[in-house]
């Protein structure tokens, strides 16, 4: 039995063919989501210590053996079908799209006591997705990621060179 405080979930099987990124009310691992939120924002939350310690380092032959290292990594795991590019193209939405985190998750984003944990998400920058599986027989996972970073830092400088031009 449910208690009328859950939220509704509403399930349309008309995009159940191909993996699109889910409303607030169809997102069946909101518990998930909502894990992998929290841990972008813990993330994002240790860059700017993790960047002081690196100006503090100096000497740039030592900077390689004398900061801390963070292993932070987020894996899906699933069988064929089970929903792991809708899950992910749902939270990557959540990542870009403030207003839609608010949405979905208002208890957890729009508190005062959080706000800290929603500003450091809203300055992300989210990559194209990667998926290995259509690459072909001579491209490389990490050259693909390298593009795509080298890509929105250079739309970055543009579009920071086009806001300082009077």
């Given at each position: 039995m449910t208690s009328s405080t859950e939220p509704?979930?509403?399930?349309d099987l008309t995009n159940a063919r191909q993996a699109t990124a889910?409303?607030?009310d169809s997102i069946?691992?909101?518990?998930?989501?909502?894990?992998?939120?929290?841990?972008?924002?813990?993330?994002v939350g240790r860059v700017e210590g993790f960047s002081?310690?690196?100006k503090q380092c100096g000497d740039t032959r030592t900077r390689s053996v004398s900061y801390e290292r963070y292993h932070d990594v987020i894996t899906l795991h699933g069988k064929r079908g089970s929903g792991k590019t809708t899950f992910l193209l749902s939270a990557l939405e959540l990542l870009?799209?403030?207003a839609k985190r608010i949405a979905a998750f208002p208890e957890r984003f729009k508190n005062d006591k959080n706000k800290d944990n929603n500003d450091s998400l809203n300055g992300l920058c989210v990559l194209e997705i990667l998926d290995p599986t259509?690459?072909?027989l001579h491209e490389h996972l990490l050259l693909s990621l390298l593009a795509k970073i080298t890509f929105e830092v250079r739309?970055?400088?543009k579009?920071?060179?086009r806001m300082t031009l009077p």
């Open positions: 509704k979930l509403l399930i889910l409303n607030a069946l691992h909101r518990m998930q989501i909502e894990a992998f939120l929290e841990r972008v924002s813990e993330v002081e310690k690196l870009q799209n403030p259509l690459f072909g739309s970055a400088v579009n920071s060179e």
